[in-house]
């Protein structure tokens, strides 16, 4: 089955700089590649997605990148802000998984600091 | 807020009980899923449900039952047999495609089993 590693666990970064998590995976069937955050004591949201036909994909302050023959994807924050503090789960799926199966990492913890 | 709810917010009960845990959506998705999280092990899928009155086990069902009698409703059971059932758990549904699709979450139940 798929395994999704994703490092680091814990990540410190001062307010303003940019904080950037990896996540690798073993199935190489796998296509879609979401990202969730989740606040102190809240759900898991959705912050971005990427499909395996595109190599990166924006939204304001976040970034995804995927690099399909190395089988990793990597979370990009830019001008990280107090607000960003949260864990962050990567994952993935495969197309013949239709009903929409994800396997997720372990999360990151991250700490913005002003 | 989000269309997916579960009840009770906290859970309380003894050793050796059975207790089930809620989870509705009126989101008119088939895809429902029932995940337990730990500190530092992310989120690790229970049960999955595609369609009513059909689900499979995911990478942790020992010790766990569920039924999906309605489209709405995904119920989860935790039984006496699950050995460490103190935990936070999280249900969630999506839409049924080809290549994976947001999964959204409900606010979660802290079980606590003394």
């Known amino acids: 089955g798929e395994n999704v590693e994703q490092h680091p666990s814990t990540l410190s970064v001062q307010e303003g700089d940019s904080a950037v998590i990896k996540c690798t995976y073993s199935?190489?069937?796998?296509?879609?590649f979401p990202w969730y955050k989740q606040e102190l004591g809240k759900r898991p949201q959705l912050i971005i997605d990427?499909?395996?036909?595109?190599g990166e994909k924006k939204d304001q302050r976040i970034a995804v990148t995927l690099n399909k023959t190395a089988k990793h994807f990597s979370l990009h924050i830019t001008e990280t802000q107090p607000e960003d503090s949260a864990v962050y789960f990567c994952a993935a799926s495969k197309a013949s998984d239709s009903w929409g199966k994800l396997q997720f990492g372990a999360g990151t913890q991250v700490v913005v600091t002003p | 807020d989000g269309g997916i709810t579960q009840s009770p917010k906290y859970l309380f009960r003894k050793e050796g009980q059975n207790v089930t845990l809620s989870c509705e959506q009126n989101l008119n998705h088939d895809a429902m899923y029932w995940y337990r999280q730990d500190p530092g092990q992310g989120l690790r899928l229970i049960y999955y449900?595609?369609?009513?009155?059909?689900?499979q086990k995911g990478d942790i069902a020992e010790g766990y039952s569920v039924s999906r009698e309605k489209k709405e409703s995904f119920p989860l059971t935790v039984t006496s047999a699950q050995k460490n059932p103190t935990a936070f758990y999280l249900c969630a549904s999506s839409k049924t495609s080809l290549g994976g699709y947001e999964q959204y979450f409900g606010p979660g139940t802290r079980l606590t089993v003394t």
């Open positions: 990427i499909r395996s036909n595109v």
């Open positions: 199935d190489s069937a796998s296509n879609y």
């Open positions: 449900s595609q369609i009513v009155n059909d689900f």
